[in-house]
């Protein structure tokens, strides 16, 4: 059940990733989160119902705000990343905070990583200069972009320290989520107001119209992003953790075969090798 339920786990945020960096494309990226956050708040507030997740409630939902306050700087800088790079070179790194981290975290509270571990930090950080596509003919990977995509993965790795410390349960799992979207929803609406306050378009070129056209995709991608948080933890109730975090931990390779498949986006040997390496220390980093 355990590889079952983590694959699957990497195969939606995979496609949620490749979705919300497809429709950052065409619509402002703060629109694309508020949105499709705000969708994924109904969809919570409606399973912490019907679980009794409410009982759950406790001052440990703090830490659930303070993943709502870096969600949304975390997700806008990885759809702009996603927007203004190869989608299989932002996505391998992006996926590399969410273990990197944490296993941060864990120094600092006294734990000392295995050999595997170090072989992962050497290989990530190997995979983020080869990634950039260094000196080797062609247009490298624009500074901007490696920028947006590292603050995008110490984000996510944050956000997954932060929720592990506001939930101990399935059903304290799903209230402490929907804490984190609602604040998700508060910081990036405030964002947005600002930003059209200083005459930044909040809507898509087609306006009201399209963005009410791409309500489905914005829809998966929020309601898939939930979903995969919810395979994952059946698949680490259910099994070693450690399967559950390297199996979970492939879904840049859905993202990057999504946008080779339909956006016949190429990588230069140099780029393709370091987000191939990023990934695997990636994997490393979960197994040790």
Do not use: K
């Amino acid at each position: 059940m355990t590889p079952v339920f983590a694959l699957a786990t990497s195969l939606m945020w995979g496609l949620a990733d490749f979705g919300g960096g497809l429709l950052t494309r065409r619509m402002p990226a703060l629109t694309v989160v508020l949105v499709s956050q705000l969708l994924a708040v109904g969809a919570l507030g409606t399973i912490v119902v019907a679980t009794g997740g409410w009982s759950e409630a406790g001052p440990q939902l703090w830490w659930a705000v303070a993943a709502g306050v870096v969600g949304p700087a975390a997700m806008l800088a990885f759809y702009r990343a996603l927007a203004l790079g190869p989608m299989g070179v932002v996505s391998p790194l992006g996926a590399l905070g969410g273990v990197a981290v944490p296993v941060g975290v864990g120094l600092v509270l006294g734990e000392r990583p295995g050999l595997l571990q170090f072989a992962g930090i050497a290989v990530a950080v190997a995979g983020v200069v080869l990634a950039s596509g260094p000196g080797l003919g062609g247009a490298p990977v624009q500074r901007q972009t490696l920028v947006l995509t590292l603050v995008a993965a110490f984000g996510f790795g944050s956000v997954m320290a932060l929720i592990a410390e506001a939930s101990h349960t399935l059903t304290g799992l799903f209230l402490a989520l929907f804490v984190q979207r609602l604040c998700n929803v508060v910081v990036g609406g405030g964002a947005l107001w600002l930003s059209a306050r200083r005459g930044t378009a909040a809507l898509p070129a087609g306006g009201w119209s399209a963005l009410r056209a791409a309500l489905p995709a914005l829809a998966f991608v929020g309601l898939a992003d939930v979903a995969a948080n919810g395979t994952y933890s059946v698949a680490a109730h259910h099994g070693p953790v450690t399967v559950a975090a390297v199996l979970a931990s492939l879904y840049p390779v859905v993202t990057a075969l999504a946008a080779r498949g339909v956006l016949r986006e190429r990588l230069r040997t140099v780029q393709a090798a370091g987000a191939g390496l990023a990934l695997v220390g990636t994997v490393l980093l979960a197994t040790g």
